[in-house]
């Protein structure tokens, strides 16, 4: 056994559903399988996971290929087959990877033109026409043009913030109405930030138009309060260009969606909300430099890919359920839903072999957990394991005074530090694993370095299972049934007005459009206009044209 690998395997779980080691065998365990990350305060305790004697040698093959695969993948290899692209989002925050000089100069230049913005909206160098300043952020995106600003801004947020940040993330009217109006008379102040690589994603093209038209009701030029973070040439930039909006920031075919938050479609909204764009940036580059290094035991991605396979027996078998026990942590489980699902949600493996691989992502936050799903957790099904994470210090205010002590010698964080070592031991005594991470303390700088330690191990994990983390067909297909609805929408509707007081049933509307297979989905559409009185009508089970 290498060196390198043996104190992973000096003190193995027995092979029984439940563990019976003590606890100075567990001590002992702990203690050889910490992995610290030396500069960043945070450690990964991979203890709790019931790997056997031989699993890091057995793994040994798997991880360095894995391994090979990463550095081939930040050298700019073709990942992405399906659109022909590299993948760099690891260069973003280290743009002397890059492959060429110029998305080398590409990077260094967005973040540059981040900052000067910024700065600017922040001493009211810029400002809208018809206030003094911009007092809030409004945000449109959607899926990770909307998770990762939204994980930042609530993550690191305070009442200091230079703007006030809110988000429209769908094509929901009630929920894009709730946003606009709880803006109200602020709406002046208001700067838009308008997502999309593509310009043509319908989530953010429905939540801009919609908010044109808020904006316009209130006598307001759109255009005039507007910033567009897009592809170049894209439907969007072209939009932006034409009316004239404030400015326009670039995005790149080379960062997915997922991994694009420390791009300018999370950085943008960042330092315009006042937060430390370069800390969050260094804290993700300090990880990646860490979790390069071909060593397993040091390599905290490689160690948290592995654990991963083993807990789901390399097929998904188990659910991931993540456990931040700090209030800012909240939505991480969100945002490592799609990081990780949509990554590893694949019908396919490289070798076109169908495999159905991926692993399910859900969580709640520490101890709300206490109160909500932890029962099932620990007598249920076992069909999960846990990601604790965990932050020593109690609050993220500077110049903190002591904490107030709920009883004698003991205060809040100290039930919360107690409530999740106790949730750990109670999965634990009935067999389910677990990892812990532990950050010494919650900052700009952590929350970077948490992002890059789950892309990598998503990476490594992709590798070791066979698939491509970098494509996303099952996305691409569901946008493309949902253009399907909406024409079979535009031909029922036309068919129903060239029949004016006939009712018709879904059926008969079906083959007279040619679409025989769609009755449902022309039920589903025709009872949506109906609720809505978009000019269809319910009559008796069928349906027809309003007069």
Known sequence: MSAALQHHDAIPFPNTNKQTMDGQTLWKRYQDNLCKCPGLGISLDISRITFGPNFFNEMKPAIDKAYDAMARLESGEIANPDEGRMVGHYWLRAPGLAPTDEIADAIRTSLKDITEFAKAVHSKEIIPPDAGKFTDLLLIGIGGSALGPQLVADCLGTKRDKLKVHFIDNTDPDGVERVLTGLGARLKSTLAVVISKSGGTPEPRNGMLLAKAAFAAKGLDFAKQAVAVTGDGSNLDIIAEK????????????????????????LLPAALQGLDIQAFLDGAEKMDSLTRLNKTAKNPAALLALMWHHATNGKGDKDMVVLPYKDRLLLLSRYLQQLVMESL?????????????????????GSTDQHAYVQQLRDGLNNFFANFIVVLQDTTRPGRT?????????????????????TRTALYESGRDSVTITADKLDARTLGAFIALYERAVGFYATLVNVNAYHQPGVEAGKKAAAAVLDIQHKAVAHLKSQPGRALDPGEIAQAIGEPEQAESIHHILEHLASNKRGIVRARGKFKAAG
Do not use: C
Request: no cysteine; charged share 25%; aromatic share 12%.
């Open 243 to 266: 009316e004239g909006w404030i400015k326009r920031f670039a995005m790149w075919d080379w960062v997915g969606g997922r991994t694009s938050v420390m791009s300018a479609v999370g």
């Open 345 to 365: 949600g694949k019908e396919h493996d490289l070798d076109g072999k169908i495999v159905h691989q991926g692993i399910a992502v859900y969580g709640n936050k």
């Open 402 to 422: 002591a904490p107030l002590e709920v009883e004698d010698g003991v205060t809040p964080g100290d039930y919360l530090n107690g409530f999740w070592q106790g």
